[in-house]
Nanobody, 127 residues
Framework: QVMLVESGGGLVQAGGSLRLSCAGSGRAGSGRAFNSNSLGWFRQAPGKEREFVALINRSGSTDYADSVKGRFTISKDNDKATVYLQMDSLKSEDTAVYYC????????????????WGQGTQVTVSS
């Protein structure tokens, strides 16, 4: 069992920045178990489906949705079992609940490829 807890959401003006964090905990949520998974960020706006934002796999390879490329950066600290999402140049359309998730797959961009999810953190960008 991998337990994931997001933090860092909030209200920010368009053009601003936020950094989200997702900490792994639990019997298999830290150390080797956490770091052996691909870690992804997804978001879900009201009335919309959950969509892929970014991922980083156990080798450090990353992938991003086209809508966030050049603005968002995903990174992780293996020692802290934490994955981060640095969000710059935020736009109103980035407003959503952001979720982190863990997957045993190599480059998973679909929600169904992830089997552990955090509870989500709200990001609101005012225009």
């Amino acid at each position: 069992q991998v337990m994931l807890v997001e933090s860092g959401g909030g209200l920010v003006q368009a053009g601003g920045s936020l950094r989200l964090s997702c900490a792994g905990s639990g019997r298999a949520g830290s150390g080797r178990a956490f770091n052996s998974n691909s870690l992804g960020w997804f978001r879900q706006a009201p009335g919309k489906e959950r969509e892929f934002v970014a991922l980083i796999n156990r080798s450090g390879s990353t992938d991003y949705a086209d809508s966030v490329k050049g603005r968002f950066t995903i990174s992780k600290d293996n020692d802290k079992a934490t994955v981060y999402l640095q969000m710059d140049s935020l736009k109103s359309e980035d407003t959503a609940v952001y979720y982190c998730a863990a997957s045993p797959m190599t480059l998973p961009t679909q929600p169904q490829s992830y089997n552990f999810w955090g509870q989500g953190t709200q990001v609101t960008v005012s225009s």
